[in-house]
């Protein structure tokens, strides 16, 4: 029963109608940052997927290359007469043939009306400097071959590539093109006849670097990628894990411990090409290593990966609970066999995680390997830690900085192999936390 002496205007002015206002705002206001929050989310998803469709965009024409058949003819005196008792020419003998004049013959004889000097060089810039390679790979594979005509498909250059994937504008004005009308001409001359095709661009993942876009591949790169991360993993694994287990169990307290503690942290947050530089004065000028070696890349790289693998190691030690530790020791195991036997099994999914989350961050780094001089062209594929070699991001910075069109694509296509094995490295990291991971 309510009171009609009370006056509506008190209640409205008393402390439940203001507590209700109250959380009314307080309510608007939460609804506002979940908005807020969501459209972060939103327009975070759209950038990345923007960024990510501009790199597929421009990459996925770069697992594909233009192939020109060729009917080669192998006339035996291209290769010398065989010595005394040899049925075919020795092997220098086939290595040193001239196999780029027989390319270009076969093209040339596709076009019996192309007589003028200039005119015949234009047509055989059609084809790759690596058709000849190829060629020759064939020969020196089997030497029966010579004295037969053979049927090859071998690689056009970079701009019968663009050409064919609509990157060269037909249309455009001949001063603005990298092909000539000429060229464009007999390109659809030699497409109409059935002798252009697109295959699978195996060498991009087979070979090194090149001068020539269309012969440039990847595997040297990934290969000196691989070296300098098993010499960082080999490096900070175990220095890390180790660092992480003695200041978490058995340095004791004081200023000294805080001060390495900081600087650890600090570590942690320098620029990366601080390490390189660090890498430059002691590594190469001081020590006299290798140039451009995975040796000393990974060097770099480990100095720069130890702080995250001692930071991941404290954090996943430290949250191994006391008890497992006072049961130990109430058993009579003594320190080190708690901490082996016990602590450190319990702790290692989390110092894993760790470890590939920095070395993923290391597989991605440039910066310091750019200061010790894994900048440098490389060709051959690395054999070893102290052969010259590149890394899979300077690769791509090494294309990125090319004026050719085709390596364009080629940087694009090298980025998402980069950036599938940054994912894969991440996700192993999230299957060994769920699949290792205890809740106390």
């Keep these: 029963m309510t009171d009609a002496s009370i006056d509506p205007s008190s209640v409205r002015s008393g402390p439940l109608y203001k507590g209700t206002a109250q959380s009314r705002k307080r309510y608007a206001a939460e609804r506002r940052f979940r908005l807020y929050g969501l459209i972060a989310v939103i327009f975070a998803l759209t950038a990345l997927v923007v960024l990510l469709g501009s790199i597929v965009s421009r990459g996925y024409s770069a697992f594909t290359q233009t192939y020109l058949t060729l009917e080669v003819t192998l006339d035996p005196g291209e290769f010398g007469a065989p010595q005394p008792n040899q049925a075919a020419p020795d092997q220098a003998t086939l290595l040193g043939a001239n196999y780029g004049g027989i390319v270009k013959r076969a093209i040339r004889v596709q076009f019996p009306d192309v007589t003028a000097r200039r005119d015949k060089r234009s047509l055989t810039d059609l084809l790759s400097p690596g058709a000849a390679d190829q060629l020759r790979d064939l020969v020196v594979a089997d030497p029966s071959l010579i004295g037969k005509t053979v049927t090859v498909d071998v690689p056009m250059s970079d701009d019968a590539d663009m050409l064919r994937k609509g990157f060269i504008d037909r249309t455009a004005q001949a001063s603005s093109r990298r092909l000539d009308d000429k060229q464009i001409d007999w390109y659809d001359r030699l497409d109409k006849a059935g002798k252009i095709e697109s295959k699978f661009n195996i060498p991009f993942f087979t070979t090194g ?3 020539e876009p269309e012969l440039a591949g990847i595997w040297g790169a990934v290969v000196g990628s691989f070296l300098t991360l098993i010499v960082t993993l080999v490096l900070a694994f175990p220095l890390g894990v180790s660092t992480a287990i003695y200041l978490e169990e058995f340095a004791p307290k004081n200023r000294w411990t805080d001060l390495i503690e900081v600087n650890i942290n600090n570590l942690a947050a320098v620029p990366s ?16 290593l290798p140039r451009s070696a995975p040796l000393v890349g990974g060097m770099v790289l480990a100095l720069m990966t130890l702080p995250t693998v001692i930071i991941a190691g404290r954090a996943a030690i430290q949250a191994v609970p006391p008890s497992i530790r006072e049961a130990a020791l109430g058993v009579g195991a003594s320190k080190m066999q708690t901490v082996m036997n016990h602590v450190l099994p319990l702790a290692m999914p989390g110092i894993l995680t760790g470890t590939i989350i920095g070395m993923a961050r290391a597989l991605g780094e440039t910066a310091p390997l750019l200061m010790i001089g894994m900048v440098a062209f490389i060709v051959d594929i690395p054999g070893g830690f102290n052969d010259p070699a590149t890394v899979l991001p ?14 364009l694509e080629k940087t694009s296509a090298a980025t998402m192999v980069l950036l599938a094995f940054l994912v894969i490295m991440n996700a192993l990291a999230v299957l060994l936390r769920k699949k290792f991971e205890r809740r106390w």
């Design 394 to 407: 300077v690769q791509i910075y090494l294309w990125a900085d090319s004026p050719e069109r085709a390596f």
């Design 273 to 288: 090409i601080v390490f390189g530089l660090l890498g430059l004065a002691v590594f190469l000028n001081v020590a006299g």
């Design 209 to 211: 670097d090149s001068r």
